[in-house]
């Protein structure tokens, strides 16, 4: 991304909401400028455009970010998250934390169930990719002969996951929730590996204690 584009989201970052004047006077470039780059980070989805009334006369454009442009400045989430998990071992027993997981993923599944409804194993598997990918796993499934196996090429709790492996529980209970199957992980990127590797029994889903995480 440019400097100039930067700049701007910086800027709106730091204002709320801009008119197309307010970027070209603090960043001192033209309005045919700004709107050019503008136009850029809209098709990028980093910002959106509403029309804002100021007193008497035609409502002006204003410009803000969008949640994923706000994603893109420092956060403290992983701190938070690791502090708040920190918390959570703490004071409850393996049990309970593996029962907290469990329903973490009931949660994530629960948009779902609908659409589950009297879908074969294949359907089902492609749902799952969906669900997946909303979660920010980039994830793949194939079929040889019986055996089905999930590939999960990149991880939104990885950065979590090498303190806390515990967090690994979610995504294994979601695919056998949503699955209703075994699923048993033999590869994963916390032991080493370059991506997680699951395969799945189909059948009733089996319950995927912590400690066996832990031991993986």
């Known amino acids: 991304m440019s400097t100039t584009r930067e700049h701007i989201l910086r800027t709106i970052k730091a204002q709320n909401q801009v008119t197309v004047a307010e970027l070209a006077a603090a960043l001192d470039i033209s309005a045919v400028s700004v ?22 006369g035609r409502p002006r454009l204003v410009y803000s970010l969008t949640a994923a442009a706000q994603e893109r400045f420092p956060t403290r989430y992983l701190s938070l998250s690791g502090r708040l998990i920190d918390e959570l071992k703490a004071s409850l027993p393996p049990q309970a934390l593996e029962e907290m997981f469990t329903r973490m993923a009931e949660g994530m599944v629960a948009d779902y169930t609908q659409r589950l409804a009297g879908k074969s194993l294949e359907e089902k598997l492609n749902l799952l990719m969906e669900l997946l990918g909303t979660e920010g796993f980039m994830a793949r499934w194939n079929k040889t002969g019986e055996t089905i196996s999930l590939t999960e090429y990149s991880c939104p709790y990885l950065a979590i996951g090498h303190k806390h492996p515990e967090v690994c529980a979610i995504d294994q209970a979601v695919i056998a929730q949503v699955l209703d ?13 370059d991506r997680c590797v699951f395969v799945i029994t189909p059948g009733p889903s089996a319950t995927i204690p912590v400690d066996s995480l832990l031991a993986g």
């Open 35 to 56: 709107r050019h780059h503008l136009s850029g980070l809209q098709a990028d989805g980093l910002v959106r455009s509403a029309e804002v009334r100021h007193g008497v």
């Open 181 to 193: 199957a075994s699923v048993q992980k033999t590869t994963c990127v916390l032991n080493g590996a």
